[in-house]
Structures are given as C-alpha cells and as structure tokens.
C-alpha cells in the first residue's frame, strides 16, 4: 500500500461531537421509515467522469484526496473489497462514501467497471446502510444520492429483485435523512451538495414528492444569502463557485423536467455566476487557479455554462474580486479584492495582485495552486505569497495565516492581517486594457503599499508590468525608517515571482538578462525587465489535484530592496518577434498520471 501523509488529527469539540451524534440518530431512525419502492422519474444523468481514471479503479488504484492506495485482488474474487482498505486520512474516506466515482466507472461502462460499482455500492449497503459510519453527512449523502439515481441503470443492469429492494429501500431512507439534516451542512457548497441530492431524490423516488417543495424552498433562500450581486460566493474560489453552479443547473432542470418551475432567486443565481466564471475562464478552458482551487476538469466548465442556457459575457470590472484581461490568444487575470475573511478563509490564499497568463490553449505563469491533497505542510505553502506569480516581501506574506489563534479543527488556518483596502482603476485605451491596483498589506509590518500596473496590448502579445513598493503616508515613512534603523540602513529584501507552468521551457537568454519561454504550441516569450533588480531562474512546484506528489516547474525571480521611500521595477513578457500570430496547436495533453 502507498499512500500520502496524513495531516495531525486535531481534538474534536463539542459542538462537533453532538452534530455527529445527531446525525447517527437521525440515520437510525430513518432506516425504521417507510422505504421508496421505484422511480416515478429520473433525472437525465448529467455528472460526467473520466475514462482514465475509471480504468484506473478497475485496476486498482484508488487515488482520492491526494492519498494512493493500491490494492491486490484476492484469491477467491476479481473485486476488491472496497470498502476493507485502509484508510490513510479522513479526507480520502469521505471521497469513498460520496460515490463521485461512481462517475469515471460508467465512463468505462464495461463489465469489469459495471461489477465494481455494483459490488461496491450493495457491499456500502450491506455495512452502512443501517445508519453507520462516516458517509452519514447531508453533503455526502446528498453527492451520494445524485450518483446512486444518475447511475441506477448502470447499477441495477442485471441485479435480482431483492438486490434492487435494497437499492432503493437504502436510497429511500438517505432521502429521509437528508430531509431531517440538511440544515446542519456548513453554508455554500456542502449545503447546496445536501438541497440539491434532496430535490433530485424527491423528484425520482416514489412517496418522497413532499420533501421538493421544502428543499426547492430552502435552496432559493441559499441562492440568496450566499450568492452575491457579482455572482461570487465567499470563499472567493473559482472551482468551488463552478461546483455551485453545476449543482444549481442541475437542480433547475430537474424540477424543470418534472414540470415544476424554479423559484426566481435561484434562476436568478444562475444568471449572476454565468458572466462571473466566463471572466475567470483561461483561453484554454481552465479556471484560474485562486484561493484552494484548481483548473477544473477539462471541458467541465464549457459544459456547464453550456447546459445553463445563460448567454452570458464576461463583466467589465471586477468579478468576484477578480479583474480578466484579455486580447489576441492571452487572458491574464488578476487577484483584485481582499481575500476571504472568517470561517470563508480556512481554505483561502495570501495572493492579492497575484496573476495567471494563458496563451491560447498553454498556461504560461501561473500559482502554485492548492497544496491541500499533499499534506498539511504543502497546504500550508501553497497559500504563502511566495507561491503566487505576485511581489512579496521576503519572510512575509500579504496576508498571515492562523494569528491570533485562527485555527479551526484538523489544523486549518484561517487568514488574518489580510490588506485592510484593495484599490483597482480598470482602463481601456487605444494601447491596450490598463489595470492598477494597490494593496496596503505589508503596511502594518513595513509601511509599505503594493502598487502593480498591468498592460496588455490590443494584440495580446504583450504584457507590461511595474510593481512598486511605497510607503504613502507619514506615518508609513515613520515605520518604514524604524526598520531601516534595525537593519543597519540595509534596506526591505523583495521578490517578484513569475511562476512557471511545468509545460514551459525557460532558459536564462541575452547574458542571464532575459528569459526565453518556449510552449508546446509553439509560441516563443520572452521575459525582460528594466535592470532594477537581479534576475535569476529558481525551482517551483505546480501542486495539480489527481496527481500523488507535486510537480516541478521553475519561476522566473527579481529580486532587489528597498532602500528609499519607493521603489520601482519594470518588466515586459512579450512573444518573440518571429512567433507567428495564429498557431494550430493540436498536441493533445496526457491525462493519465499520478
């Protein structure tokens, strides 16, 4: 067996201790009620997997929440007992009980895929369908629920009557449940996880109609408590805000289909996160990568924005605290806002001003992106300024993680001394889209305020930047001279860091005063800057959910101090003259990796 390290379990408090008591209750109890018996409709399925990593588990290799388990088949069977494996941390078993990989099993669809999943789900069945271990959540059952009705053909193709009994006895009493316990799921995406399994359950399964009104109901007033005027949620996470939407366009045409028209506030919802993730999608499909989330699988959010029925154009101006910039084949876009606050930060990023460029369907800079399925220290890393294509002054972050005790159970930081203001003048000229923005997070610490100007040309094949470090105010110069004092007039290190996409070749070119960039599409660029700060080339890491270790990459650093009251460094990222301005790019990527 190989698996990741598993984070420091933390002592359960009270609160948590009752809420998982009850929800054991209210399980038990629910396997005494009345059971479905059938379908009365079902949903059209919608949730799509991956072929690679369905065959994947068919041969055994069960890759959840950053952990590999590999399992041997035994002696007497040709399928593992799933549910026997050990299990390396928390997260990985509740990605065992939410059944989302029921998904990339019907994308195989064949025998061996189809035996697994039917194995596997009335072994779940057999040992926790009476109330029992740790899928009994409303997020889980709620996820779980989806899968077990989008999937039921492909589940009960060939079963006996007492089996399908059991499926949909099991599947009558989650909904019971899930009725009984939703409200106790955290606010944003686990609670629209548990409304939206209980509308689909309520729609599919017979004698469960009366538990739709009420989820529907409760649903239309998270849309709007939850979702903001620009269509973003608190978390400022662009993956989780397309999980939100999909879920929502899920639950809409569901009751659409059975004849049961959405409440305004939630098609209402719908129509703000529409514009909101067409302005954080990359030329190359992919979210950009800010505050735990990641790209999103390939062609998910076309998908989804697709199934929507929202014709909807990215917004000029912020969204969700994001700023897209966008001409030719490149997109850049910008951290823009404070980031999340309170309970909305446990997951959240140091990243303000930070910024990811795509050309065309190749990422070129990027952030490191979320460390969470690699252990708590990479976590911990990956939401430090220094892992954000950003300046950062050295040994501190724009935003500290866990003062002041912020520090929630498994050992999650929430962010504090995070920037009190993030100002943004957004322009559109004859020479490109112009953005400036501040940050005042290093004046509590330095005096200092982060000031970056972005241009990019109305050709998108050039990129200029400036970042300054000033201290703007009396009482800023007054600390920024006590620290000059302390440090024996030695000045305030920076760096400004361009991390670099794993698929870009770099070199240090023109006497170590440049660097070259070559894509796989073909496309040259070529980083230069105006001679302020020391250029060199340093390893990064590019940390990708659905992989077992980090991947290497480099980034591109200037580095220089600060040593008066403002200091100024100027850069270009710019395609090489001679790369052409239209490229066929048809070099599939590989997506069968750990």
């Not at 698929?503 to 070119?509: E, I, K, Y």
Request: charged fraction near 20%.
């Amino acid at each position: 067996m190989t698996q990741g390290t598993a984070g420091a379990i933390q002592p359960e408090g009270w609160t948590a201790r009752r809420i998982r008591l009850m929800h054991r209750l209210a399980a038990r109890l629910a396997t005494q009620a009345r059971p479905a018996t059938g379908f009365v409709s079902q949903p059209e399925p919608k949730t799509i997997g991956s072929f690679a990593r369905g065959k994947q588990l068919c041969a055994g290799n069960f890759l959840f929440a950053g952990y590999l388990v590999e399992a041997k088949a035994p002696t007497d069977s040709k399928v593992w007992p799933l549910w026997d494996l050990p299990m390396p941390a928390p997260a990985f078993e509740e990605a065992l009980h939410g059944f989302a990989w029921l998904d990339d099993l019907a994308a195989v669809a064949d025998g061996p895929a189809r035996a697994r999943a039917q194995a596997w789900t009335w072994d779940w069945i057999t040992r926790f369908g009476r109330g029992r271990g740790p899928g009994w959540t409303p997020d889980l059952t709620g996820r779980r629920l989806i899968r077990w009705i989008n999937h039921a053909l492909f589940l009960l193709n060939g079963r006996e009557r007492a089996e399908a009994d059991a499926y949909f006895r099991s599947l009558g009493q989650q909904t019971i449940f899930l009725a009984r316990r939703w409200h106790t799921a955290r606010p944003g995406l686990p609670r629209f996880e548990a409304l939206t399994g209980l509308i689909y359950a309520g729609l599919s399964l017979t004698g469960m109609e009366r538990h739709v009104g009420p989820a529907a109901n409760a649903l239309a007033k998270e849309c709007a408590s939850q979702i903001d005027a620009q269509g973003g949620i608190p978390t400022r996470n662009p993956e989780e805000l397309l999980e939100v939407f999909t879920l929502l366009t899920w639950a809409a045409a569901a009751l659409a289909e059975a004849g049961r028209s959405p409440q305004p506030a939630h098609l209402q919802a719908i129509e703000r996160i529409a514009p909101t993730l067409r302005a954080l999608r990359h030329s190359d499909g992919g979210l950009a990568r800010f505050h735990g989330g990641g790209r999103g699988t390939e062609g998910r959010l076309d998908q989804a924005l697709a199934s929507a029925g929202v014709r909807a154009v990215p917004a000029e101006g912020p969204s969700m605290g994001y700023i897209r910039l966008a001409a030719g084949r490149s997109t850049v876009i910008v951290d823009a806002a404070r980031p999340p606050v309170g309970a909305a930060s446990s997951n959240a990023h140091a990243s303000t001003l930070a910024f990811e460029l795509t050309s065309g369907r190749r990422p070129l800079v990027v952030n490191c992106g979320s460390g969470a399925g690699f252990g708590p220290d990479w976590h911990r890393a990956g939401r430090a300024t220094p892992s954000h294509s950003t300046l950062g002054i050295e040994g501190f972050s724009s935003a500290r993680l866990g003062t002041d005790g912020l520090v929630l159970k498994g050992g999650r930081r929430l962010l504090g001394d995070a920037p009190g203001e993030v100002r943004v003048d957004l322009e559109h000229g004859e020479d490109g889209i112009r953005l400036i923005a501040g940050h005042d997070g290093y004046a509590p610490t330095h005096g200092m305020t982060h000031v970056r100007e972005l241009l990019l040309d109305t050709t998108g094949r050039v990129l200029r930047g400036e970042d300054t470090l000033g201290a703007l105010t009396s009482a800023h110069r007054r600390r920024f001279d006590v620290l000059m004092d302390r440090t024996g007039l030695q000045g305030i290190p920076f760096d400004i860091r361009f991390h670099l996409h794993p698929d870009v070749d770099a070199a240090l070119d023109m006497g170590g005063t440049a660097v070259s960039m070559a894509l796989k599409s073909g496309e040259i660029w070529v980083f230069r800057h105006d001679g302020t700060g020391a250029l060199r080339l340093e390893p990064s890491v590019y940390l990708e959910r659905g992989r077992l270790k980090p991947r290497g990459t480099r980034q591109i650093v200037l580095s220089a101090r600060v040593m008066d009251y403002a200091c100024q460094i100027g850069w270009t990222l710019a395609k090489a003259q001679d790369t052409p301005a239209a490229i066929r790019d048809l070099e599939r990527d590989d997506t069968t990796h750990f």
